[in-house]
């Protein structure tokens, strides 16, 4: 190595240029949350695979669980996580903490998420921990009431906050304003029959008075003839 002296008389070393090339950040962060060894029993013997549940977000409100297999981990794993960057949500609130409390039961897992002060921190465990976390929730409670299993229990984390997703607002918007719209048909027909029976009862009324006159007319002139 090439070697320089200064004038302080200590030994310098020259820095080589770096060669390789520079690690790109990934789009999103990733949490594998559980990991499994599947056998599949076929007529040679048996064939292992990994099974891996990988949870991406950016923490700015995209949140995504994935599920896949593979014959080895990493393969496993970049499945999974092609899975999540499919099934992502997107959050439309804004602030540290979710608006309202919210029950979501998915197969035999039951998550419940509610609202906490600024400060309070996530006050949950587990699979709805990394969930909240990478969707960049930093104040919440949250309970897992039902079964244990990591993959229910973040997909029923999912479930839960796709009702603070964009997709979600809209889907129920449309839902809204079709049921409105459902509503004010019925009577604007209504409102259509009822003028329909006036007209009839009208004209009824009309052609009563119309042949009671003629009636009177005729006895008139009967008695008239008669004298």
Excluded: C, H, W
């Excluded at 603070?164 to 918007?173: D, L, M």
């Amino acid at each position: 190595m090439d070697k320089k002296e200064d004038f302080s008389g200590k030994n310098t070393f020259k820095k080589k240029p770096f060669k390789g090339k520079k690690r790109e950040k990934p789009e999103f962060d990733q949490k594998v949350i559980d990991i499994a060894r599947v056998t599949r029993v076929v007529k040679g013997g048996k064939r292992f695979s990994f099974r891996t549940v990988v949870v991406i977000g950016d923490r700015k409100g995209k949140v995504g669980v994935g599920v896949s297999k593979g014959p080895d981990m990493k393969a496993s794993t970049e499945k999974s996580y092609a899975n999540a960057k499919k099934n992502m949500i997107k959050l439309s609130f804004t602030g540290n903490t979710i608006p309202y409390r919210v029950d979501q039961k998915l197969g035999s897992s039951k998550i419940l998420l509610k609202p906490a002060a600024k400060g309070n921190g996530i006050v949950a465990g587990g699979a709805v921990r990394t969930v909240v976390s990478l969707a960049g929730i930093s104040d919440i409670s949250g309970k897992m009431l039902g079964a244990k299993s990591k993959l229910n229990n973040a997909r029923a984390t999912i479930e839960a906050l796709k009702q603070f997703s964009v997709k979600k607002i809209r889907e129920n918007i449309v839902k809204s304003e079709k049921k409105s719209a459902t509503k004010l048909a019925p009577k604007e027909e209504n409102i259509d029959e009822k003028k329909i029976v006036k007209d009839n009862t009208n004209k009824k009324e009309t052609m009563k008075s119309t042949t009671e006159k003629v009636d009177k007319k005729k006895t008139v002139k009967k008695t008239q003839n008669k004298k």
